[in-house]
């Protein structure tokens, strides 16, 4: 800085002496502001990881972040706005398997499978594989997409989820901003808001490139949501619920964005 | 005698002090999410020559199993990523700066006397003014690529909201090739950046702190520039 030693003669700066100001000035705020954000960016290192709940394992301004960010994409959200659709012959032939989280019991008969909706207090509605399938069935050849990176052309067959609300009685209750979904174990859960649930590509599958499918892929019934990572798209739907809130998340309790949608 | 004369605009200086550890954050939280399909290599008749990445390389820089923190950091550090990049891009149109920036026609010829001058094949060098040519090629294109990794980022991020962005990226995969692509250049530009700072000197190096350089002879500004700042790239 300049020192006012003679505020009365106002001698015009010497070059020099304009430099050296000036070269004071800026680095003197270049290294402050370098400070500043290498001290912004060790409080974001070590913040604290949020406190567990609905959502879990990230830092707590990172997650504050992703909710943001979710509520601010979420205003393209479209019905109109459609994955991708492919020829059958592009599937896959063999459709990958990614994890066997909640569907790994031994003891589990499909035979005796029911998919229980929660339709409020302690009441649910048990509904049959048959009465599934007697349902207008429709298939979807799109790209499956994962968290991870990778993706697969996949053919799937089922009952469109809006249309199996309809049939159920149920849109009174998908009203509500959330559903969550269980495997009957209960060791896997997702939840899915409202549009994402009624998004016209949005099913309940029971087939895979034509046929029933198999255990692996979350035989009788999985849910098929396009406009999700493969981490929302449930396999073998145990429970079914409705809530205003976030129902839990299996994998938004280990650090991942709760909505997750593409 | 010396003499002072201003360079670049404060708010040039600003963007580009925020952009390079904002990108370098946008870099290592995108290696976190590359890990997890790591799936591109450099092949050539079934040999596969360069993996992305060596073993060695993630364990070095703790890259394996942090998907979800890194793109916890990365879809919160987008924003500050394209709100400076922005910033620059409409300040660069606005100020009448982009005038000093955008190659000109003659910009493709000169950059390879320029590239020549700088490999100490040529000794003289096309007169210039701010930016030489090869300057004015390299700055302009890393700005399109800023505005391609946005692109290919949205396109990857949220192919069915933005599916018109996918097919104009040619689909998911190829969009996510080129995003990939775009930061592996970041980082080739980032060491020949450095190397050329170093080159050019101090006095280039502070203009873009402080703003200004210094001319040791008003007289000879001209000639002055060309040896002094033809290098810096």
């Known amino acids: ?262 | 005698m010396k003499e002072i004369k201003e360079k670049h605009a404060f708010l040039m200086r600003w963007t580009h002090w925020v952009n390079f550890p904002v990108l370098a954050v946008m870099i290592w939280s995108g290696l976190f999410i590359y890990w997890a399909n790591d799936a591109y290599g450099i092949s050539l008749f079934g040999v596969t020559y360069i993996k992305f990445f060596p073993e060695w390389f993630y364990n070095y820089f703790h890259i394996p199993q942090r998907l979800a923190e890194g793109m916890a950091y990365h879809f919160l550090f987008m924003w500050f990523f394209f709100i400076n990049g922005l910033l620059y891009i409409i300040y660069t149109i606005f100020s009448g700066a982009w005038r000093e920036l955008i190659p000109q026609k003659k910009s493709f010829k000169e950059a390879w006397l320029v590239l020549l001058h700088d490999l100490h094949i040529r000794k003289t060098i096309p007169p210039q003014n701010k930016y030489n040519a090869a300057q004015r090629i390299a700055y302009t294109a890393i700005i399109v690529m800023g505005i391609g990794s946005v692109i290919t980022g949205l396109a990857i991020y949220k192919p069915v909201q933005f599916y018109w962005l996918c097919l104009l990226c040619g689909g998911y995969h190829f969009a996510r090739i080129i995003h990939f692509a775009l930061t592996i250049g970041y980082v080739l530009f980032f060491f020949i950046h450095v190397v050329q700072v170093i080159l050019a000197g101090w006095n280039n190096f502070r203009s873009v702190v402080s703003g200004f350089e210094v001319i040791k002879n008003a007289e000879k500004v001209n000639d002055e520039k060309i040896t002094e700042h033809g290098t810096a790239d």
């Open chain 1, 1 to 262: 800085m300049e020192q006012p030693i003679k505020k009365k003669v106002k001698a015009p700066l010497s070059v020099e002496h304009k430099i050296k100001r000036r070269n004071f000035i800026s680095f003197g705020a270049f290294f402050a502001l370098g400070g500043g954000a290498v001290a912004g960016w060790k409080w974001l290192l070590n913040a604290p990881e949020e406190t567990p709940g609905i959502t879990g394992g990230a830092k707590a301004p990172l997650r504050r972040a992703l909710n943001k960010t979710e509520l601010f994409f979420r205003n393209f959200f479209s019905n109109n706005h459609t994955v991708k659709t492919y020829p059958k012959e592009r599937a896959a032939k063999t459709i990958r398997i990614n994890s066997l989280i909640g569907i790994d019991d031994d003891d589990f008969d499909e035979k005796n499978w029911k998919l229980e909706v929660k339709t409020g207090g302690l009441q649910s509605l048990r509904i049959g594989i048959d009465e599934i399938k007697a349902l207008p069935k429709t298939e979807i050849v799109f790209d499956f997409k994962c968290v991870e990176g990778w993706d697969q052309i996949q053919h799937w067959g089922g009952v469109k989820l809006s249309d199996f609300l309809n049939h159920f009685k149920l849109d009174e209750l998908a009203t509500k901003n959330y559903m969550g979904l269980e495997t009957p174990n209960g060791e896997y859960y997702v939840g899915l808001e409202r549009d994402s649930v009624l998004h016209p590509q949005t099913i309940l599958a029971y087939e895979m490139n034509g046929q029933p499918i198999t255990i692996e892929h979350g035989a009788p019934l999985r849910l098929i949501i396009p406009v999700k990572y493969g981490i929302k798209n449930l396999k073998r739907i145990g429970v079914m619920s409705f809530s205003n809130s976030r129902p839990r998340d299996y994998w938004a309790e280990q650090g991942y964005d709760y909505y997750s949608g593409l």
